[in-house]
């Protein structure tokens, strides 16, 4: 299985402050790494897919880059609805595989 | 718009099975993978298999002889079966459809079925 790893597993900040997360892949997996912002007790809903494609609806304010086995998301001003916990997801080969999540709390 | 509505929480007993659902609607039925990830508590997400409209499915392995995956054509409902429950298997269980372009992310997901496995 690809395992998927996440840095930081959480972190604080502030509204404004410039985030960013990273996933790490144990092998390559193209452009097929997917974003999902989950906050408390609601369904996961996707960000980014395919590595840098922001999905329909989804603020400018989040971006991603990367392909193979290094990605990053960027949150480029924090906003009091962003506070949440974010997975990166591979779906280059099943079994699909999550990050185990970074959590972005208020500083 | 697209809809996953998902069934009820369940409680069940060590042994036990569940039998969760997932009622799509707002799109074609036919044209889209559904897969299953669930969530234990306080913890990441896992993803447990996929299903696609002809029915053929797929599991990952730690499910394998555990898990079912089906679908019922005629009222566009999927269902997801574990057998043999633990109190790991405690966990909130979402069924999420991939999107048709590239076949390659969960573009709408359902609201989670909580089942508790408790003695």
């Known amino acids: 299985d690809i395992q998927m790893t996440q840095s930081p597993s959480s972190l604080s900040a502030s509204v404004g402050d410039r985030v960013t997360i990273t996933c790490r892949a144990s092998?390559?997996?193209?452009?097929?790494l997917n974003w999902y912002q989950q906050k408390p007790g609601k369904a996961p809903e996707l960000l980014i897919y395919g590595a840098s494609s922001l999905q329909s609806g989804v603020p400018s304010r989040f971006s991603a880059s990367g392909s193979g086995t290094d990605f990053t998301l960027t949150l480029s001003s924090l906003h009091p609805e962003d506070f949440a916990t974010y997975y990166c997801q591979q779906s280059y080969r099943t079994p699909w595989t999550f990050g185990q999540g970074t959590k972005v709390e208020i500083k | 718009q697209v809809q996953l509505v998902q069934s009820g929480a369940e409680v069940k007993k060590p042994g036990a099975s569940v039998k969760v659902s997932c009622k799509a609607s707002?799109?074609?039925?036919?044209?889209?993978?559904i897969h299953w990830v669930r969530q234990a508590p306080g913890q990441g997400l896992e993803w447990m298999g996929l299903i696609n409209p002809g029915g053929s499915t797929g599991y990952a392995q730690r499910f394998q002889g555990r898990v079912t995956m089906t679908r019922d054509t005629s009222t566009s409902t999927f269902y997801m079966e574990l057998n043999g429950l633990t109190l790991e298997d405690t966990a909130v269980y979402y069924c999420?459809?991939?999107?048709?372009?590239?076949?390659?992310?969960?573009?709408?997901w359902g609201q989670g079925t909580l089942v508790t496995v408790s003695s």
């Open positions: 999420a459809r991939v999107d048709r372009s590239a076949a390659s992310h969960l573009d709408y």
């Open positions: 092998q390559s997996v193209s452009i097929y």
């Open positions: 707002g799109y074609t039925f036919a044209n889209h993978y």
